[in-house]
């Protein structure tokens, strides 16, 4: 019986772990060095919180990895060697493979800042972050206060998760505002207001120098680039993005960029040997998405699609309109198409805008202004149908066939307070356009075309 | 703020501990003129209770509650005995006749019962006289310090969102020592209300003057329950009403599910009885009002003329068209988190503890038995009070209608609703008795699972898998393992509270009533990701 191995049990590793099950008898084996069980990363922060623990990260059971016949094994990986079809651990026997797939995901960013090591300085990425942190920082009495380095979307997170016991953050952001290179700057700068609401010390368009310690070598303020002001501090957060988790594929003469290099089939350059989720690197860029995607669901669907190939489907990988969700403190953000910022969006895309008047509420519809195609949509604090999206995405519906429907988009719960008439009528103020709202319908919104 | 906060905490135990301390207080004892008034109201035939009443309770001072039982309970007990043993005598005698005519000096009721009816005549002290004053030391100051502690949190969690921060690193929430103190104090509660409600007749003096306002009868322990479950749901409605203060249905489902209690379940049935009508609970449906059909009520509500057939028609009504038709429009919710008494207090006061539900597989398997165990046994039951109602036979196959009633109001109506429905809120989380016990629950949950509109949409691809949704669903369905698969949630123990969808960071989840066409979609390959995948998928 063919072996497979997977090394990860992140998103990607697992759910083709579970799809291979689920289309084929092989042996499977799934190694990690972080955690025995399979958990969600993305809810890490909320263990910290105290909205969960650590056991409700866990999607499955753990009777569930026996009972499908997966085995679990613990341990971190050293090397590849193709010749033998083997991985070597840091300790224990070798273990032999057929096909092995790659979803060793990513590490947090250094770049080489003095101090970027010291004990008390810490990514948000790793089950063990989450311990490190819950020793550096229980309370506010043991750490006063913590610098976190780098505007993403888990920069945000570690200044929500520290805020929540209570403890002095100072957010260092290297932009003008806060993820401006991602979202328009109407958004961008609603953020920067509400992350200052959060009584979060939000510092732009500032960099790191160095990290300085005290006489324990343990992290006791940092000092900013541009106006060498020193921050005292007990906790430095790096949070200055992601990088693939690749150093141990180094010497197996697999082709590598910043992650391993795949194809649509992710199939590196040596056979057998597969490569998915945020380490895989696309050769070939799909659409406008980049070649890496750190992304939750992109890893689960590379995850979806191996498992087609391994089991004698093969099948190309080809994600759909891109989307994505977060949630910046209190304000939820998703995403449907693309809607690039100012910075970095085309000549011919436009953009359609409203914010509310007085809460956090805001849209940005982003056309092309000579075809009047609807390209892609930001929603904060209003929730919208995947479903509907992708469809008039894929129809290449005008952004007036948008707003006209825009109801059947909404996602919100019941009763509350819509404001497609809203949005609508500054449209048409703006374009001497007429559209009139129509009501939603469920017939369309269930109706599969 | 916080000095608020923390001073209200001062206050609520302050009033908490008046409300305990009560218990003990007073003295009781009749004068002769009030027990001979109470002998002829009751027309006890034995005359050996009234020489024991007499030797037990009158003119004796300073007997407190626990003693003043035990003397009242043994003075019942000996005239009891009294008889028992000239039946067993003249049974031995084989002397049918005298034996049949010793019956009727036998007193019935349980003896902490009797009990209760005697001290309600016998309190004296703080709490039968002082009432007023005693009233806000206990439930005032209760309310007050309650509302102290809750209302600053407008200011204190800050701006409206989900504010889940430190419960489970909180004693009071994660099941730490406050949750166990929690636990035995509910427990105690209910033991007491259910099997001693003598004990507590001094709080039952509290609120006498309500009652008399209202029904314009003194208070039984049942008045004292109702008004209790008002209170503390309208206080804790006011936590419900800050914490989810940006979430329009949380807040519209928590005032409904206070009107009905106050109007439904508290204020009508007593003002029925003012009018000399039968004590009637409007919205509380068979099931789940398992003595509907009960002898007694039969036949009191088809001698209360025109207005009895009326409830009759209703009750029956309720439960066979008006309860299935609602649940085929808006789900189970309309009743489990809108309506219902039991949900109502499992939303406000029971809020705080609904991560606290088990949602492992086992639990499943165990809730699914339970729960229709007990649906067959309601039915059952029902079919052999109505056999017996309209025989006369008081039993059929040789099992006695009265046992099966009483061991039915023992242990599903008692322990398992009160005692471990609610005494439970804060071990097993706030549904304990809705999610295993419930018949009613069970019987809309197949409607909901197999001829519905209801359900909870999955939105896509965007699920992250954090398991907000899971933890916080008080019913212990693991929503998460749905909405990661792109499936909508089609569960019969679904109540749908929508907390699932308030908590979850990515917008993931919407309670919708809508076609049935598609409600139950089972995906392999979820959305956004290659459409001919999808469609391979679709086709096998």
């Excluded at chain 2, 949750?179 to 006498?208: E, H, K, Q």
């Excluded at chain 2, 209202?214 to 008002?230: T, V």
């Excluded at chain 2, 000399?276 to 088809?302: G, T």
Aim: with cysteine; proline share 3%.
């Amino acid at each position: 019986m063919e072996h497979i191995v997977i090394i990860g049990n992140g998103i990607s590793g697992v759910t083709a772990a579970r799809h291979i099950r689920k289309n084929s008898n092989k042996e499977i084996t799934i190694v990690s060095v972080e955690s025995t069980y399979f958990f969600s990363r993305t809810a890490l922060m909320y263990v910290y919180m105290g909205h969960l623990k650590f056991e409700h990260t866990q999607p499955y059971e753990n009777w569930f990895w026996e009972k499908n016949d997966i085995q679990l094994k613990q341990g971190f990986v050293e090397a590849i060697h193709p010749d033998t079809k083997e991985i070597s651990f840091t300790n224990g026997p070798r273990m032999s493979y057929d096909k092995l797939i790659i979803a060793t995901g990513s590490k947090p960013n250094k770049f080489g800042w003095p101090g970027q090591d010291l004990n008390g300085v810490l990514g948000m990425y790793h089950k063990q972050d989450l311990e490190k942190l819950e020793v550096l920082a229980p309370n506010n009495k043991v750490c006063k206060r913590a610098v976190i380095v780098g505007g993403g979307l888990i920069g945000i997170e570690l200044a929500e998760m520290l805020r929540s016991r209570k403890i002095p953050v100072t957010f260092l952001v290297r932009e003008a505002s806060f993820w401006d290179g991602v979202l328009p700057a109407q958004e961008s700068e609603m953020l920067n207001k509400h992350i200052r609401e959060h009584h979060i010390d939000l510092r732009l368009n500032t960099n790191l120098k160095e990290i300085i310690a005290d006489e324990n070598g343990r992290v006791s303020s940092v000092v900013l680039a541009e106006t060498g002001e020193e921050i005292e501090c007990n906790v430095v957060g790096l949070t200055a993005g992601v990088t693939p988790n690749i150093d141990f594929v180094k010497t197996a003469g697999i082709a590598l960029g910043r992650g391993v290099k795949v194809n649509r089939f992710f199939e590196t350059n040596v056979a057998n040997i597969y490569a998915i989720g945020d380490c895989a690197e696309q050769e070939k860029a799909i659409g406008q998405r980049r070649n890496i995607e750190a992304v939750w669901y992109t890893g689960r669907m590379m995850g979806e699609t191996i498992a087609q190939i391994i089991c004698g489907n093969k099948t190309a990988y080809t994600p759909g309109h891109w989307f994505n969700s977060a949630k910046f403190l209190d304000i939820e953000y998703q995403t449907y198409g693309w809607v690039f910022s100012e910075k970095n969006k085309k000549e011919n895309e436009a953009y359609f805008q409203w914010k509310h008047p007085k809460e956090q509420t805001c849209i940005t519809i982003s056309f092309d202004k000579n075809t009047q195609q609807f390209l892609g949509i930001n929603t904060f604090g209003i929730r919208m149908r995947h479903e509907i999206f992708d469809t008039w995405l894929t129809e290449s519906k005008t952004i007036a066939h948008v707003l006209e429907y825009l109801a059947d988009a909404n996602f919100d719960p019941e009763f509350y307070k819509m404001h497609e008439p809203e949005i609508i009528a500054k449209f048409n103020r703006e374009n001497n356009t007429n559209i009139k709202p129509k009501k939603k319908s469920w017939k369309r919104i269930f109706s599969k075309s | 703020m916080k000095k608020i906060k923390q001073t209200g905490l001062i206050v609520f135990l302050i009033g908490l501990t008046f409300f305990i301390g009560t218990i003990f207080i007073g003295s009781f004892s009749l004068k002769q003129n009030e027990l001979d008034t109470f002998l002829q109201e009751q027309q006890y035939k034995s005359t050996l209770v009234k020489d024991a009443l007499e030797k037990a309770v009158v003119n004796v001072e300073n007997l407190n509650i626990f003693e003043f039982s035990s003397r009242v309970r043994a003075a019942y007990a000996t005239s009891n005995q009294y008889y028992d043993a000239r039946i067993a005598q003249f049974s031995k005698e084989k002397n049918w006749e005298e034996k049949g005519k010793q019956y009727q000096y036998k007193i019935s009721g349980k003896p902490h019962s009797l009990s209760f009816t005697l001290a309600k005549k016998a309190g004296k002290g703080l709490a039968a006289e002082n009432t007023a004053l005693m009233w806000f030391l206990t439930f005032g100051l209760g309310i007050l310090g309650a509302l102290m502690y809750i209302v600053p949190d407008v200011i204190l969690l800050g701006k409206p969102g989900i504010k889940n921060d430190g419960i489970f690193l909180n004693a009071a929430t994660n099941r730490g020592w406050i949750g166990w103190f929690a636990f035995i104090f509910l427990v105690s509660f209910y033991i007491l209300l259910y099997f001693y409600p003598d004990f507590i007749v001094n709080w039952v003096f509290l609120v006498d003057p309500i009652s008399l306002s209202i029904s314009g009868n003194p208070g039984s322990q049942w008045f004292l329950y109702g008004f209790l479950y008002c209170t503390v749901m309208t206080v804790m409605a006011v936590r419900m009403y800050i914490k989810y203060r940006h979430n329009k249905y949380q807040i519209l489902r928590t005032t409904s599910v206070l009107f009905f209690q106050i109007v439904f379940a508290f204020l009508i049935p007593e003002i029925l009885v003012r009018f000399e009508k039968p004590w009637y609970d409007f919205k509380n449906a068979f099931p789940l009002d398992y003595d509907f059909f009960f002898r007694w009520n039969l036949e009191e509500l088809l001698s209360s003329g025109g207005f009895g057939l009326f409830i009759l028609v209703w009750g029956t009504v309720l439960t066979v068209v008006i309860v299935p038709v609602m649940v085929y429009f808006f789900g189970k919710r309309w009743y489990c988190s809108w309506v219902c008494g039991c949900g109502g207090l499992a939303e406000t006061l029971g809020d705080p503890y609904r991560q606290l539900s088990s949602k492992t597989l086992l639990s499943w398997r165990f809730e699914r038995i339970i729960i229709h165990a007990v649906l067959v046994f309601v039915l059952v039951m029902t079919g052999f009070a109505l056999y017996t109602f309209f025989s006369g036979a008081s039993s059929v196959i040789g099992i006695k209608t009265q046992t099966i009633q009483d061991v039915y109001g023992f242990l599903i109506g008692s322990i398992f609703a009160g005692v471990i429905g609610t005494g439970f809120y804060p071990i097993f989380g706030n549904r304990v008795w809705c999610r295993f016990g419930c018949p009613l629950a069970a019987y809309l949950g197949f409607i909901q699972r197999f001829k519905s509109r209801f359900r909870i949409t999955t939105n896509g691809g965007q699920c992250i898998s954090c398991g907000n949704c899971s933890t916080y669903c008080e019913q212990g369905i693991d929503v998460r393992a749905y909405a990661q698969k792109g499936e909508n949630i089609v569960r019969s123990s679904c109540v749908g509270c929508g907390i699932c969808s308030a908590v979850c960071p990515r917008g993931v989840l919407k309670l919708e009533n809508g076609p049935e066409n598609g409600r139950i979609n089972p995906t392999e390959i979820l959305l956004g990701n290659d459409v001919n995948l999808m469609e391979l998928v679709t086709r096998k």
